[in-house]
């Protein structure tokens, strides 16, 4: 019999009769409060992120709101069958480093007082839309739930997509309040795409368009419901190996225990009079309002993001495997160091200590002992990844100094000799130089556009000349990086350097 089982003889589940009197309290308190926000998603990121949050704003009686929660695909069925079991109660662990010292913070949430499976409830889901305190859509439905499907809609079946699913929601709404603009609801989409709640916007529309919907209900989508795009940060990485030990030592069981690191930060594009509805920040939570997400995107894709990519791409070179392995290593550690404050900060136009605070923050987070973040798993598509992430920073960088920034050109040569292939043809892969094969996972077309710039090298067997021909076909490749690299002076030499050097390594 499983041990989470509450029948068992192991500790009994989390639920109202486990939690202490004050959180049994709080739960009572939370599930008597009026539905303000409809989330759609019941995964571990907004359970450890915007569920988190939305509890903190409860318990300084900021929102006195609680959460009716739904899955957006069928597969998320068994999450929510154990949040009803449950009675919505589940336990959120935050580990990690803060300040460069050790966190392990527990919190049970409680802020769930509906939980609703769309394809079995459809009736009920779509009656959320008629309460009148209902303000909120969250979502997080991965990047692939904001792409536009078409799909049929009979009135009485549920609609697959969680566009197409929020579409009959926001009809039924504009239908039982008679298109009242003050009923439009605030959508915080929490996908990872730019412009998420324009794109969430544009679905909703279309989707208004195919089914024939009145042109008022479009108006009104458009005119009285905010679709805001948001940007989100924090690493939630869910059940966690330890569980049992947790278990025992706590005295109840959770299987929708998740856990998350100290980090988090949501920035939303919107005017900061919506803080009055939302009090985010007056809960003393790391939330901006703001008029333009593009800085604090640049921070993240620069710094966090840029940061992760040349511990891949090096990393991987010198036989590495994780992210805190590569940051504590002797060589390479101190080197990203150099790359994150002396080539990435100068480079970012945000204020520099705002950018200087994040990047320390960066690396605690990388430093997270409870974090196991493999550096092939980072590597995956890595030719878009670079390009976005560490080109714009070198191109920076040359245009304030006129010179190349050497821990970028490295990282640049790395990824170059994570895809030098091993064969001339066939299946694509490469041998690095501790001898180690290494599977490349990428665009095919580009694949074989760079197998065929380092034939120079092969055909030359390794020779100098051979190495500098095919770095300057490397970089000349514009289906790569949308320019000719050769065009800033030396970016070639120290590119072909950090190569021959590993080469000699090597031998």
Request: a negative charge; proline letters at 6%; charged letters at 25%.
């Amino acid at each position: 019999m499983s041990r989470l089982d509450p029948a068992s003889s192991g500790p009994r589940r989390i639920g109202q009769a486990a939690l202490a009197a004050a959180e049994r309290e709080e739960w009572q308190r939370q599930r008597e409060l009026p539905i303000k926000v409809l989330q759609i998603g019941e995964g571990n990121f907004l359970r450890g992120f915007a569920d988190w949050m939305l509890q903190a704003c409860n318990r300084r009686g900021l929102l006195n709101g609680s959460v009716a929660v739904t899955q957006p695909r069928p597969t998320g069925k068994p999450h929510l069958d154990k949040l009803k079991e449950q009675q919505g109660a589940y336990t959120l662990l935050v580990r990690g480093l803060r300040d460069g010292r050790p966190v392990e913070e527990k919190e049970t949430i409680t802020v769930f007082s509906r939980m609703i499976d769309p394809y079995e409830e459809w009736e009920a889901f779509l009656e959320l839309a008629e309460l009148p305190e209902l303000e909120f859509v969250i979502s997080n439905t991965t990047e692939a739930g904001l792409t536009y499907q078409p799909s049929e809609w009979s009135g009485s079946e549920p609609v697959l997509s969680f566009p197409g699913k929020l579409t009959a929601f926001l009809y039924r709404r504009f239908t039982r309040f008679g298109g009242d603009p003050a009923r439009g609801l605030i959508h915080l989409p929490c996908e990872l795409l730019d412009r998420n709640g324009e794109r969430l916007s544009a679905a909703v529309l279309r989707h208004a368009e195919d089914w024939g919907l009145p042109e008022a209900f479009r108006a009104w989508v458009r005119d009285a419901n905010r679709f805001l795009n948001t940007l989100v940060d924090r690493i939630v990485t869910g059940y966690p190996e330890d569980a049992e030990a947790l278990f025992g030592r706590w005295g109840y069981a959770d299987p929708l225990l998740t856990t998350a690191e100290p980090y988090y930060f949501w920035a939303i594009q919107g005017e900061r009079e919506l803080e009055a509805r939302l009090p985010l920040a007056q809960a003393g939570l790391n939330v901006k309002w703001v008029e333009d997400l593009t800085p604090y995107q640049l921070r993240k894709v620069r710094l966090l993001n840029g940061a992760h990519t040349i511990l891949a791409t090096i990393g991987l070179v010198k036989g590495l495997h994780e992210v805190r392995e590569a940051l504590e290593h002797a060589e390479l550690g101190p080197r990203l160091t150099q790359g994150l404050f002396e080539e990435i900060v100068p480079a970012v136009p945000i204020d520099g200590g705002e950018l200087t605070a994040y990047a320390n923050e960066t690396l605690d987070r990388f430093r997270n002992p409870y974090m196991k973040h493999r550096l092939a798993d980072i590597a995956l598509n890595s030719l878009s990844k670079w390009k976005t992430r560490l080109l714009p920073t070198l191109k920076a960088h040359w245009q304030r100094t006129g010179g190349i920034p050497d821990v970028i050109a490295e990282s640049l040569a790395a990824l170059l000799r994570l895809y030098r292939p091993a064969n001339a043809e066939g299946p694509y892969s490469s041998l690095l130089p501790d001898g180690s094969s290494f599977t490349v996972r990428d665009d095919q077309a580009l694949l074989e556009l760079i197998r065929a710039a380092w034939e120079p090298y092969r055909a030359g067997g390794g020779s100098a000349g051979g190495l500098a021909d095919s770095v300057h076909e490397l970089l000349a490749l514009t289906a790569l990086w949308d320019e000719d690299l050769n065009r800033y002076p030396g970016l070639a030499d120290e590119v072909a350097r950090h190569l021959a050097s590993w080469e000699a390594d090597a031998r």
